[in-house]
């Protein structure tokens, strides 16, 4: 076998002589002192919090976290998994909010990127309309749809009005409130979806378009077995950053509900729920328990992601 | 090759639809702030009303918006500027080194939900005197937006050829010199756009600034609270100050729109 010469940098190359001894040495250990100070800084705010809600979800710390709060190993974890009222219906509620969300801004965005994947006249102009949602402020974005969606002043439903359909309680209601703030979120998230997705589409080479074509596919054919599968990777990136986003979605619910996910709870996902005991009743033991689960939960649906995605390059 | 006339025309309606729905609302509520609440209530008003700035005096002047408009600019731009400060050199050493574990450290700070910081933190910075300060704010927008810029500098720096920093050190460059006069002036696109995400993701942070923040340093995103009553909101009022905290971004973004698009896309299409 030949021999490869590769112009690798020279990493280790020697410094110009007389140099001084401290631009040497801080030559040799760049790598590390380039990254130390972001590093130290982003584990100093992550490790020691996540070792302290550790170990908070093994006491009854209530109240303020520096009172005597006693140890109590594992009974806050048997009492919030046993804990069907708020605990359960949390977990339902942030895997729906999550699942349906996802699952619209995935066709959705996906629509959205196809249409505007060839090149058109106006497209800078569709691409700048849709990048509008993504960087609005979610807390203003919940305000303006409490107000679109006002039982009775609401545009939301003077425009089921001119319809002939009765109006709909929207935010207000019991049932249909969830239901509402994932609308939000679609509103919101889809074009983040499909800006991702656009970019996808225009790197693929145009080869294997033109190869289906000529063997005789439809569109549908050549978009099933063509470009979705070319797109699987940048589609799992997609559905693992809005994925881990939407787990986590708080400011649309906070500005929508408010406080507890609204009196009967009905927007309370594990993110709302921690918030609560956290700062609205200072249940610290409790809050740190449920924040474990749910951090565990995030980690799951991760690995599960990633482990597809393994897959799906092999 | 060219779509057929059909798609070209389903095209337009499809996408007018799209456009209509994602700009429609964000109209409404620019209209809305400029109405009186007795117009609000009256759906025959809804789009034949007489524009009025009272909203804006009400929001400018009594409810010191200008003093948070101040607070959010000043918390987003040392955020970010000390994001970048730390996260550049940050990004070029994981990427030239591929130190993937310790970038992983970074990017968990993307994960963890933040909720289950904020405790810790609270109790910590309590301590040292420090919630209720812009320190604090400034700090915990940095943990957004720091992992934000090491995420798209790394992939630039990916792309930048080795070989012109080789030839800084040929020339007799020092490493650090050849990162500081080669490697930082070629990306400034990426510097740009990293530093316009940061910006924005920190301008529209919210959970931090409620939790961290006090009556004369809270941001523009817990300040539109100010406007929701326990019994009433003042729709007006509240729309002028959704406005105020939204417009100014989203002008930024249009004028930008490239380097946003291209940050919020960043290392999608490498897989």
């Given at each position: 076998?030949?021999t ?9 190359a020697?410094t110009a ?13 760049r790598?590390?002192l380039?990254?130390?100070?972001a590093m ?15 170990y908070?979800?093994?006491t ?8 005597e ?8 974890y048997?009492?919030?998994l046993s ?11 942030t ?7 996802l699952?619209?801004e995935v ?10 994947w ?7 102009w569709?691409?700048v309309?849709?990048l ?8 203003a974005?919940?305000?303006m749809?409490?107000?679109?969606f ?7 439903n003077?425009?089921l ?8 309680p ?8 969830l239901p509402?703030t ?9 074009p983040?979806?499909?800006l991702?997705?656009?970019?996808g589409l225009?790197?693929l080479?145009?080869e294997p378009?033109e ?12 978009f ?12 799992t ?8 986003d ?24 594990l993110?709302v729920?921690?918030?609560g005991?956290?700062?609205d ?21 991760m ?11 092999r | ?6 798609y ?26 400029f ?17 009025t700035?009272?909203?804006?005096v ?19 731009f ?5 994001s970048l ?6 990004a ?5 080194f591929?130190?993937k574990k310790?970038?992983l ?5 993307r994960?963890?939900?933040g ?22 704010l ?8 720091l992992?934000?810029v ?5 992939g630039y ?6 070989e012109?920093?080789?030839a800084g ?6 490493h ?15 510097i740009?756009?990293a530093?316009i ?5 920190s ?14 340093t809270?941001?523009?995103?817990v300040?539109i ?11 007006g ?14 002008v ?8 946003v698009?291209?940050?919020?896309t960043?290392g999608?299409t490498?897989?």
């Open positions: 076998m030949a490869i010469t590769t112009t690798k940098a020279p990493h280790s020697p002589p007389g140099t001084p001894g401290w631009v040497r040495w801080v030559n040799d250990h790598k590390w380039f990254a130390a100070p130290t800084f982003v584990a100093a705010l992550l490790v020691f919090p996540l070792a302290w809600t550790g908070l979800s093994l009854d710390a209530e109240g303020s976290v520096r009172a709060s006693e140890f109590v190993g594992v009974e806050n048997l009492d919030v804990d069907t009222e708020r605990f359960w219906p949390a977990v339902g509620r895997v729906t909010f999550t699942g349906v969300a699952l619209f066709v959705l965005g996906m629509a959205i990127a196809l249409l505007l060839r090149p058109f006249k106006g497209q800078k569709v691409r309309a849709i509008m949602p993504l960087v609005a402020t979610p807390v974005v919940g305000m749809w409490r107000l679109i006002d039982p009775n002043i609401g545009l939301a003077q425009a009005g001119w319809v002939g359909i009765g109006p709909q929207w935010l207000a209601g019991q049932h249909t409130a509402t994932i609308f939000i979120d679609v509103w919101q998230w889809t983040m979806v499909a991702i997705l656009l970019a225009t790197s080479s145009d378009q190869a289906a074509r000529i063997d005789g596919a439809s569109t549908w054919q050549r099933r077995h063509v470009t979705l599968p070319l797109l699987m990777p940048t589609l990136v997609a559905i693992l950053l809005r994925g881990i939407a787990l986590k979605t708080f400011d649309i619910l906070y500005a929508t509900k408010g406080r507890g996910g609204g009196s009967f709870h009905e927007v309370e996902t993110n729920y921690a918030y005991l956290s700062f009743y200072n249940d610290y033991g409790v809050s740190s328990t449920v924040l474990i689960l749910f951090f565990l939960i995030i980690i799951g649906a690995w599960a992601l990633t482990a597809r995605r393994k897959e799906a390059q | 090759m060219k779509p057929r006339p059909a070209r025309v389903f095209r337009v309606v499809a996408l007018t639809v799209v456009v209509l729905t994602l700009l429609a609302p964000l109209l409404w509520m620019i209209a809305a702030s109405k009186t609440n007795v117009d609000i209530y009256d759906p025959g008003k809804a789009l034949a009303f007489s524009p700035v009272d909203n804006y009400k929001v400018l002047q009594q409810a010191n918006y200008v003093e948070f408009i101040g607070n959010s600019l000043w918390v987003a040392a955020a970010t500027v000390a400060v730390l996260g550049l050199p940050a070029y050493s994981m990427s030239r591929t130190m310790s970038a450290v970074v990017l968990m700070a994960v963890i939900p909720v289950s910081l904020l405790v810790p933190w609270y109790y910590v910075f309590s301590n040292l005197k420090m919630v209720g300060g812009f320190g604090v400034i700090i915990s927008h940095m943990f957004v937006s992992p934000l090491v995420y798209i500098m790394m720096f990916d792309s930048l050829p080795e012109l920093e080789e050190l040929v020339d007799g460059l020092t650090i010199g050849a990162f500081r006069r080669i490697m930082l002036p070629l990306s400034v696109p990426g740009a756009t530093g995400l940061s910006f924005i993701f301008w529209n942070n919210f959970m931090f600034a409620l939790v961290l923040s006090d009556a004369d809270k941001t523009l995103p300040a609270f100010d406007f929701v009553g326990y019994a009433s909101i003042d729709w009022g509240l729309m002028a100050a959704a406005t105020v905290v939204t417009v100014p971004i989203m930024i973004a249009l004028f930008v729109q490239k380097y698009v291209s940050g919020l960043a999608a490498k897989g």
